[in-house]
């Protein structure tokens, strides 16, 4: 199982509506978790890092792993 944390703008109930409707996409994801104040999303499954971005990348939003500035 894979746990894969990321940072993602939400700046809005619209945003995050968005990013949980592309998370729930995701063949094998288990679980996710997003915090607003932070930016952080973290989704746990069977899944790749690169299946978490393009999921996101396809609603338009702007994903950098956490860590990365």
Do not use: F
């Amino acid at each position: 199982m894979a746990v894969v944390e990321l940072k993602v703008g939400m700046h809005c109930e619209r945003c995050i509506k968005s990013i949980k409707k592309a998370i729930k996409t995701i063949d094998d994801m288990e679980s996710y978790q997003l915090e607003k104040e932070t930016n952080k999303v973290t989704v746990t499954g069977n899944i790749t890092p690169e299946e978490v971005v393009k999921a996101l990348q396809k609603i338009g939003k702007t994903v950098s792993y956490c860590g990365e500035d």
